[in-house]
């Protein structure tokens, strides 16, 4: 705990986008507003090429910002022809590139064709066992395609993020070891299957995150756009589900966060 923190807790926002419009013009008044909130770390995403230099630059910036680094698969459709090798580069250029992703598919929506996407996920996933970086997963209504892809790579370890998917589908990722990241959905009154998808995943397995600029958790949901502060509102809902302190559940979470991602 940092001297002087106004929470008695320490929680990690695992997963913010301090790149993306509406946090980007504000970085160090949301930085501060999140250590005064006792988010005393936080991992921005970069989900494009473009975006990645912005990412590395803010993990420059704030101490209590890292990196992670990966096509989205909104975007695998976009990307160059070489994009591994500047991807590879930006991953490697310094220590404050903790993770590879966001990555992985989504068929909900507009986004790339499913084969695109599978391309593009597997080369990350190659990537990062070539680079011993764990995996920021990015998996929308295409569970069962990303477990069979995943299964091939016994020995990567990742965090299936804002996770928004079943019990069923909870368990089938726990059984391969991953994390579940849980968001502001979970404070959401139409998300009962994620409630239950928390309070079945083991201690060990459970982390913490916004997305934000998206998903404000309640109470702040369509009043304020989200932002790494807002973890607790997160934490106070899993915290409950879970029937523990939220101070437990915050030295569980910050205690995962760093075994995963070495923060
Ligand atoms: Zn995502
Ligand atoms: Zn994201």
């Known amino acids: 705990m940092g001297a002087g923190a106004q929470s008695e807790r320490m929680l990690i926002d695992t997963h913010c986008h301090l790149t993306y419009a509406g946090l980007l013009e504000d970085q160090p008044a949301v930085v501060h507003r999140a250590v005064q909130a006792g988010v005393a770390r936080m991992i921005t995403v970069g989900t494009h090429p473009a975006d990645h230099p912005l990412a590395l630059r803010t993990a420059e910036t704030f101490p209590e910002v890292f990196a992670a680094l990966g096509i989205h698969p909104h975007h695998a459709a976009e990307v160059a022809a070489d994009y591994r090798t500047p991807l590879r580069a930006a991953l490697t250029a ?5 993770a590879i992703g966001e990555c992985g598919l989504d068929y909900h929506g507009h986004s790339a ?17 070539t ?9 929308r209504e295409a569970h069962a395609d990303a477990l069979a892809m995943w299964r091939d790579f016994p020995h ?7 996770f928004s998917g079943t019990p069923q589908e909870a368990s089938r990722w726990i059984e391969c070891g991953a ?4 968001t502001g959905i979970i404070t959401y009154k139409n998300a009962p ?22 998903l404000s958790p309640q109470p702040v949901r369509k009043i304020k756009i989200n ?11 899993v915290a409950l589900e879970r029937g523990i302190t939220p101070e437990r559940l915050g030295e569980i979470t910050t205690r995962n966060a760093a ?3 070495g923060i």
């Open 94 to 98: 310094q220590r404050r590139v903790v």
């Open 113 to 129: 064709a499913a084969e695109v996407q599978k391309e593009v996920w597997l080369a990350q996933l190659q990537l990062a066992e």
């Open 131 to 139: 680079l011993g970086k764990p995996v920021i997963l990015h998996v």
């Open 156 to 162: 990567l370890r990742g965090v299936v993020h804002c």
């Open 179 to 182: 994390y579940l990241g849980f």
């Open 193 to 214: 299957e994620v409630r239950a998808a928390c309070r079945l995943t083991p201690e060990n397995r459970l982390l913490l995150e916004t997305d934000a600029p998206y």
């Open 227 to 237: 932002e790494p502060a807002f973890v607790t509102h997160v934490a106070n809902q």
């Open 259 to 261: 075994e995963l991602f």
